[in-house]
């Protein structure tokens, strides 16, 4: 069975990370340690024992996370907690393909419970749970609810959340209400310094001073911008417990925190129900018929939405982010509960003593040349990626994004010609 990793086992885990090496588990082999492996790589997560591919290493909840805004102001509909998805599958399906007359059979494979939705009785925030509601308003909601239905545009949080949205266009990475809510916690919690120094042991360097990067929200270009954002972040939420981290450089180290180890969160009621359905014991041509429904809906739904067609959001992982990149990843972050709780899995054979590593890249740009991933993780994660993938090809050709994608639209209009 994979470890399940509680708050109060990561806080233990994080609070006594100088002591070298550390395991997550109270007196038994949770199957994973975190160990300090110096500068400038810093720490690392092994495996104690051998995984398979395909196992499930660690689970784990977020300290904080946050549906990114636009993919809310779309109409994506996700709990405002853990962001499970409040639509259907059929409303889900009908609304991304623009036909609100598709209907779906099988309603017992969507996983949506309508019936347990909930509402902040102050605000417009929706939940998919009351435990869901009551956890978020004991560890931020009761400071940044807006205490109104009707958003005040001349609200400092709204104002901030609009900006962000001016700067930050789909497809979107990072979210500004996750540093609020990061603030928000620290401001309701009961143990003020511990939880700052719970989010302070996460990365939060802004510049790699040996390489002489700098993170890519932080460019010269971005300045006047994250002063702004700064001063609304400071009108909203001003503290004497979070001041330090309003000042302009402790802003910069906030955002610089959440670029570096935002995880990405997907979740998607149609996903689920899909899966369902394949599970189900269905005769051969009913089963022909269903997955002919099922590749049709997808063709509409890449027509109409292209690539956005999940819940998007991100959140900040203990364990999550103690691993280490790679070009070639043994293990990868999947969200197999349709909400916010992450439970990393083996993607090749695991020998106890391995460090366990995940792609920082998504499968595109994953794909792309040595030269074009070096350029991306410098860019967002402040290192020089020496992975024994891309140290094996030193030698290839240092081909741009912009030139691959290039022969890419080359090579796809080679293959147009030759289907005419």
């Known amino acids: 069975m994979p470890v399940v990793v509680s708050l109060r086992q990561v806080q233990q885990l994080l609070s006594v990370m100088a002591a ?3 395991t997550v588990g109270e007196g038994q082999d949770s199957g994973v340690e975190v160990r300090i492996i110096g500068d400038p790589i810093g720490k690392g997560l092994f495996a104690t024992r051998n995984y398979k591919s395909g196992d499930v290493i660690f ?6 996370s946050c549906q990114f805004l636009w993919n809310a102001a779309y109409g994506y509909l996700a709990c405002d907690f853990c962001m499970r998805p409040l639509e259907t599958a059929e409303e889900n399906a009908g609304r991304l393909a623009q036909d609100s007359q598709l209907s779906l059979p099988y309603p017992e494979c969507c996983d949506t419970r309508r019936d347990t939705v909930v509402e902040c009785p102050h605000c417009d925030a929706s939940y998919c749970s009351r435990e869901c509601r009551e956890s978020a308003w004991n560890q931020y909601h009761r400071t940044l609810c807006l205490r109104t239905f009707q958003p005040d545009p001349t609200h400092p949080l709204v104002m901030l959340q609009e900006a962000w949205k001016q700067m930050h266009y789909p497809p979107e990475t990072a979210c500004i209400m996750l540093l609020a ?8 919690a009961e143990d003020r310094e511990g939880a700052t120094a719970l989010f302070l042991q ?12 700098a993170h890519k929200l932080l460019g010269a270009e971005f300045q006047n911008q994250l002063e702004a954002l700064r001063a609304l972040m400071e009108k909203s939420l001003w503290a004497p417990e979070v001041q330090h981290w ?3 450089e402790g802003f910069r180290s906030l955002v610089a925190l959440v670029g570096t180890n935002g995880q990405g969160i997907g979740t998607s009621p149609l996903s689920r129900w899909v899966r369902n359905c394949d599970s189900l014991n269905l005769p051969p041509h009913e089963r022909q ?9 997808y063709q509409q739904l890449e027509k109409e939405a292209g690539g956005f067609l999940n ?7 203990p364990l999550q982010s103690s691993c280490n990149h790679s070009c070639a990843p043994n293990a990868m ?37 040595r030269h074009s991933r070096i350029a991306i993780l410098r860019e967002n994660y402040l290192f020089t990626c020496r992975c024994a993938k891309c140290e094996e090809q030193t030698g290839d050709p240092d081909v741009t994004s912009e030139e691959e994608m290039d022969d890419e639209a080359e090579e796809e209009d080679e293959a147009e010609e030759d289907d005419e």
């Open 246 to 248: 309003l000042t302009p």
């Open 289 to 297: 018929i269903t997955d002919t429904l099922i590749e049709t809906i």
């Open 311 to 317: 819940n998007e959001g991100s959140g900040l992982y």
């Open 333 to 369: 972050p999947t969200f197999p509960y349709n909400n916010f709780h992450l439970a990393m899995t083996a993607v090749r054979d695991i020998t106890s003593g391995d460090e366990i590593c995940v792609s920082y890249l998504d499968e595109c740009n994953l794909g792309r040349s």
């Open 59 to 64: 689970e784990e909840r977020p300290l904080v």
């Open 20 to 22: 070298k090496e550390v």
């Open 181 to 188: 809510r990061i603030l928000a916690t620290v401001r309701q």
């Open 202 to 213: 996460f990365c939060h360097r802004t510049v790699n001073e040996e390489e002489e990067i």
